[in-house]
Structure formats: C-alpha cells, structure tokens
C-alpha cells in the first residue's frame, strides 16, 4: 500500500539553528510530492511541492526541500529557524497510479526554543 | 480569490444525531476532496469529486456518510447516527488544473 513515512514524531531546535524534517514514502513510478504546515486548530497550508525537474524546491516562508528519488525521500529544510515555525509539518504524496487524493504522513511536530 | 471556506468552524453533537457539514472551494477549482484527521495523525482521505461527479470513496466512508457536490461547486458531507469514533477534524481541499490541494479551515465534530 502506499504510505509516506516521517520519523520523527517532535523535534526542537533553536531560534537561528537549522532545520530538516525527514520524509520517506513507499515506491511510486511518478510521485508529486508536497509538504503542508499546520497551526494548532487550524488547515494546512502548502509550503511547496515537487513535480518534475530541478530536485531542489524552494517554498514559501524560506522553506526549501529536496527530493531524492534513489531514497524516495522528499526532506524538508530551513537555514534558520524563526519562533513562528513552530508548528506541525507533514509530507504528502500524489501516487499517480492510484488517484489524486493525498497520502499524508503522521507529521512532524516542531518546537523551537529561544 | 477567497480560499476555501467551510462551515461550521465547530460541532458538538450527541450521539446517534446526524449532522451536516459545508465546504465552498476556490471558485475555479473543478476538484474537491475531503479528509479526516484525528488527534496526532495526518489527514487521511474520505472522497473526491470532479465537478459533480464522486469519483473516489475511500473504505473509510461507511454508508453512515455521504457526500454530494450537486452543482460543482460547494460540496455537503452528511454523516448519519454519528459515533464517538467519528469525532475528528474534518477537511475540505480544492484543486485546479494542477495537483496541489488547497485546503479550508476544517471543521471540527464532537460526538457526546
């Protein structure tokens, strides 16, 4: 079955530090791969998204993300991190050979500390 | 351009009622979804429409719900004798000619 994995369920960093956030998913011939954010009690806003081409995306609030096919992995970065970041991220994954819809990892919660 | 919308923001309703919930995508978008999230999990798909057509249910829709796009525009989804189980945030996306889903603010249902 299709699945989109992130590993981590929490993660902290500091203001001004660095970020990645992992993501994996299962075998797919042609994924589209997005990666949303979400405030508590709120939806989920697209940050960026992969179709084809240059492997490196940039998103929007500084996000940047990079897929590797050879790892099926689509991870997430930010060179620095801000306190509004702070909330949950999650990967998402279109397997064309089954459809539209969105396959969603658990997500990431991040936290980040002054 | 608007976004999508969805109503009510909130639900609280007892057990065996049935509610009815509203989304309105961005008003080009021929596609709708809607999704379910649970406390700590990703938004797992319910069912897609393409103008009015349902195209997709996922195995999760039980015949308790029902979604309906009768003009190809605003989308119901209609859950029948609710369940504590089906307490979640319930989540509207649209799309257009490409992929990527927009989504609406949710609604939240609570079951008693």
């Known amino acids: 079955a299709q699945s989109v994995t992130q590993p981590d369920i929490h993660i902290t960093v500091s203001e001004g530090a660095s970020l990645e956030l992992r993501c994996n998913y299962s075998?797919?011939?042609?994924?589209?791969l997005f990666w949303y954010v979400q405030s508590p009690g709120q939806g989920l806003q697209l940050l960026l998204k992969?179709?084809?081409?240059?492997?490196l995306v940039q998103g929007i609030k500084g996000f940047e993300a990079e897929f590797k096919r050879s790892q099926s992995s689509f991870n997430l970065r930010k060179p620095s991190v801000h306190w509004s970041d702070a909330a949950e991220y999650f990967c998402?994954?279109?397997?064309?050979?089954?459809?539209?819809?969105?396959?969603f990892g658990a997500g990431t919660i991040l936290r980040v500390k002054s | 351009d608007t976004g999508v919308s969805q109503d009510p923001r909130h639900k609280i309703t007892k057990r065996g009622q049935n509610v009815t919930f509203r989304c309105d995508p961005i008003s080009e978008h021929n596609r709708l979804y809607w999704y379910r999230q649970t406390l700590g999990q990703g938004p797992e798909f319910l069912t897609y429409?393409?103008?009015?057509?349902?195209?997709?249910k996922s195995r999760l829709l039980s015949d308790r719900f029902s979604a309906e796009r009768p003009k190809g525009s605003f989308s119901t989804l209609e859950i029948q004798r609710t369940e504590q189980g089906d307490s979640a945030m319930y989540l509207c996306a649209s799309s257009g000619q490409g992929y990527e889903q927009y989504f609406g603010p949710g609604t939240r249902l609570t079951v008693t």
């Open positions: 992969y179709f084809s081409g240059d492997t």
């Open positions: 075998y797919g011939a042609t994924p589209y």
């Open positions: 429409f393409q103008n009015e057509a349902q195209l997709e």
């Open positions: 998402a994954v279109v397997f064309m050979e089954y459809g539209n819809k969105l396959v």
